[in-house]
């Protein structure tokens, strides 16, 4: 997870921009095999349970988490908000890729093992430099002991 996560980081400002085509990026994070019209939609609402992530197998949400924040932040049309619920915000993995793309600061409630995030629309590309106005990595490294 960690080294997935400083990766990302690293390729920020070039390939896991937010602003760039999921469909042709190249990012490791970036779900980009979803049809075409997924990424055209203005999303008012996007809920994240899947995939699962409860294993060593299993893939997580770290993608998933990922994608709407970019889909959030990039939408043309609709309410310049998206409301993002996290399921299983109570694991580590979905609670460190939250505040890292989501957003600590757009947190608006936990319920039970449910997130809500509230994640504004970016009108301007060129004001897009990080997804966070403060890097979630203090915040996270703060809130869990390992990140392994």
Request: aromatic share 8%; proline share 2%.
């Amino acid at each position: 997870m960690k080294r997935l996560l400083e990766s990302v980081r690293g390729e920020f400002r070039s390939e896991c921009q937010l602003v760039k085509n999921l469909l042709f990026s190249e990012c490791k994070l970036a779900m980009n095999n979803l049809p075409n019209h997924v990424y055209e939609l203005s999303w008012d609402v996007i809920l994240i349970d899947g995939p699962s992530g409860y294993h060593e197998a299993a893939p997580g949400r770290m993608s998933a988490i990922f994608t709407a924040a970019v889909l959030a932040r990039s939408k043309k049309g609709g309410a310049a908000e998206t409301h993002v619920f996290v399921q299983d915000f109570d694991r580590e993995v979905e609670k460190v890729y939250s505040d890292e793309f989501l957003c600590r600061d757009n947190l608006v409630e936990v319920v039970g093992k449910l997130g809500h995030f509230v994640v504004e629309r970016v009108s301007d590309e060129r004001l897009m430099t990080e997804f966070c106005s403060v890097s979630a990595s203090a915040n996270s490294s703060s809130s869990s002991t390992s990140m392994a």
